[in-house]
C-alpha cells in the first residue's frame, strides 16, 4: 500500500512538472531565417507565428514566387527548432522513464 501512495505522489509531482515544461514550451521563441536571411520568422513553441520579416529587395513583381518559398522555408525552420527545443526540454524531464524513441508527448 505504501508503494501505491508513493506512485500516487510521483504521479502528482510529474503531472506538475509537465504543466511547468508546457508553460516554458509555449513561451519558446525560435527565429527561422530563409534565403541567407532575406526572410525572418519568428515563432513560438506552440507554432503561432509571431513576426515575419522580408528584406525589401524581394518586393518585386517578378520575385513573387521566391517570396512566397522563403516564407514557408523561414517557417519550416523556425518550427524545427521549436520543435528540438521541446523535444530536449521534454527529455530533460522524462529521463529514465521507459518512453519509446519517437513518443510526442499530448502538446
Same mark, same amino acid.
Given at each position: 500500500?505504501?508503494?501505491?501512495?508513493? *506512485? *500516487?505522489?510521483?504521479?502528482?509531482?510529474? @503531472?506538475?512538472?509537465?504543466? @511547468?515544461? @508546457?508553460?516554458?514550451?509555449a513561451?519558446?521563441?525560435?527565429?527561422?531565417?530563409?534565403?541567407?536571411?532575406?526572410?525572418?520568422?519568428?515563432?513560438?513553441?506552440?507554432?503561432? &507565428?509571431?513576426? &515575419?520579416?522580408?528584406?525589401?529587395?524581394?518586393?518585386?513583381e517578378?520575385?513573387?514566387?521566391?517570396?512566397?518559398?522563403l516564407?514557408?522555408?523561414?517557417?519550416?525552420?523556425?518550427?524545427?527548432?521549436?520543435?528540438?527545443?521541446?523535444?530536449?526540454?521534454?527529455?530533460?524531464?522524462?529521463?529514465?522513464?521507459p518512453?519509446?524513441?519517437?513518443?510526442?508527448?499530448?502538446?
Open positions: 500500500m505504501r508503494d501505491l501512495m508513493g *506512485m *500516487m505522489g510521483k504521479v502528482k509531482e510529474m @503531472q506538475a512538472k509537465m504543466e @511547468q515544461m @508546457q508553460a516554458e514550451i513561451e519558446l521563441q525560435a527565429e527561422g531565417k530563409a534565403g541567407g536571411g532575406l526572410v525572418t520568422v519568428v515563432m513560438n513553441g506552440k507554432g503561432e &507565428l509571431k513576426s &515575419l520579416k522580408i528584406d525589401p529587395s524581394l518586393f518585386k517578378d520575385d513573387v514566387e521566391i517570396l512566397e518559398d516564407i514557408v522555408a523561414a517557417h519550416k525552420d523556425a518550427k524545427d527548432k521549436a520543435e528540438a527545443a521541446a523535444a530536449e526540454k521534454t527529455k530533460a524531464l522524462t529521463a529514465g522513464l518512453i519509446p524513441p519517437g513518443f510526442k508527448m499530448p502538446f
